[in-house]
């Protein structure tokens, strides 16, 4: 069964912390993305990757950084968190331009 | 800029009572429509795409549609285990990630 697996189903963390949510994929996708999910305002990209090392901003890249060292791998990376960063983060992935994402159970991060 | 807008927000329907979910959509280039079903507390899976005005894709009670400007989910007799938020997405032929609508919360009552 295809996979899409984030490190951390629930955190809480402190204002400046600094935050590291993983996410890996067992299918050899290219594609790679983080997207955040708040109520009334939906699903934002923040970063994606197409391909090891490559990386784009999306809507709202502001406060996050990301990682792909490996293909099955990306991390989003939260310098220093803060409250307005408290969200549902959704990692996902896809073959090189597809449309068809494959999304994680996603991290709910709670910065305090 | 692409903008994708669903209607209605949330929507209650008694099992067995049909009804539709709009997703109205303006994109500089269409690569490809999408439909999403998300439960709460999961992330979103896939369910649909649509390339081009005209194409039709059915799924057990759902059957999604695709105009130039909008797409339809029709749900057929739901039921109770149909309820979730369903999300509409496109896909620029310039780009690689989705633009999301912010979903229909659909509640389908016995």
Redesign the interface.
Known sequence: DVKVTQSSRYLVKRTGEKVFLECVQDMDHENMFWYRQDPGLGLRLIYFSYDVKMKEKGDIPEGYSVSREKKERFSLILESASTNQTSMYLCASSYRGSGELFFGEGSRLTVL | EDQVTQSPEALRLQEGESSSLNCSYTVSGL??L?W?RQDP??????LF?LYSAGEEKEKERLKATLTKKESFLHITAPKPEDSATY?C?V?ANSG????????TSLLVTP
Do not use: I
Request: net charge positive; aromatic share 22%; proline share 5%.
């Open positions: 690569r490809g999408f999403y507390g999961k992330g979103p899976e896939f795409t999300l997405a896909q690689y990630a989705l633009n999301f609508g912010k979903g």
